[in-house]
């Protein structure tokens, strides 16, 4: 990321937070349509993209992180955008950061605040953490809309640079920590981009998890794409994030 040249930029900045298979890149092709209105400002979490952890990883830890990102880069009037973990991420660095709150939350197929359901054989499958054919099978059971090879490749090769604690500690941890109680009180208006056609957050899970524990929620239903809505449907998710945003 480039600070001194975002710091100075005047346009409205976007701060995305990734997936959990994912880091800053996963959100180039989102960013690619909307450089020229927005300064686009990606973060790779700690532990992911080949980044190195400096403490156990945490919600609260997640979250100092993108607040003190945030703080680095002196913004002021900023929209968070959260996919899947970061989705859940940006709700509680939004609660933590009451000096310096974003004016608006876009969720894209966000983890919930209280817990994410996944089967007991879905998650020891998934914690066979460096298997590249895992890998694969993981971004095969997150689509629904076939990804360019460059995408398709980038989707796999991300996950095996997540370090081991910041993998473990998602599917153990970090998934079954709910945040719902803090959530309720959000100010912050929030849109939720989600698809119906989503096998990992599933539409029930976005009706009954997510929007019933924010004050300003809309919801935004899509159909015909998978749960990697960045890296499936880039156009189409800048479109509506310009619309939101506007």
């Given at each position: ?17 990734h997936?959990?298979?994912g ?17 686009c ?6 532990g992911?993209?080949?980044t190195?952890?400096?403490?156990t990883p ?5 979250s100092?992180f993108?607040n ?6 002196e ?8 996919h899947s973990m970061?989705g ?11 000096d ?6 876009i ?7 209280t817990?994410?359901?996944?089967s007991a054989?879905?998650k020891k ?8 054919a895992?890998?694969?099978q993981?971004?095969?059971?997150g689509i ?6 460059e ?9 095996l640079?997540?370090?081991?604690v ?25 849109s939720?981009i ?6 990992v957050i599933?539409d029930v899970?976005?009706?009954?998890e997510?929007?019933?524990y924010?004050?300003k929620?809309?919801?935004i ?10 890296l499936?449907?880039?156009?189409k ?10």
């Open positions: 990321m480039e600070k001194d040249k975002a710091v100075k930029n005047s346009k409205k900045a976007i701060v995305f937070l997936y959990f298979g880091d800053a890149g996963s959100w180039q092709w989102v960013s690619k349509h909307l450089k020229s209105d927005y300064t400002l990606p973060l790779t979490l700690p992911f993209g080949g190195s952890v400096s403490e945490s919600i609260s830890s997640f100092k993108i003190d990102e945030i703080a680095t880069l913004l002021k009037d900023y929209i968070l955008v959260g970061g859940k991420l940006a709700l509680h660095a939004a609660l933590q950061n009451v310096n709150p974003p004016s608006k939350i969720l894209v197929a966000p983890s919930p605040p817990t994410e359901d996944m054989q879905e499958r998934m914690l066979k953490h460096t298997d590249r895992e890998a694969i993981t971004v095969k059971n629904v809309k076939s990804l360019k090879k995408r398709f490749d980038y989707a796999v090769n991300s996950q640079k997540i370090a081991e910041s993998w473990q500690w998602w599917l153990n941890t970090g998934m079954n920590n709910s945040i719902a109680t803090q959530v309720i009180n959000l100010e912050t208006p929030v939720v989600f698809s119906m056609d989503d096998s599933k899970a976005i009706q009954k997510v929007l019933p924010l004050k929620a809309t919801p239903p899509l159909n015909g794409i998978g749960h990697l809505i960045p499936e449907a880039p156009k998710l800048a479109l509506l994030l310009k619309q939101i945003i506007a």
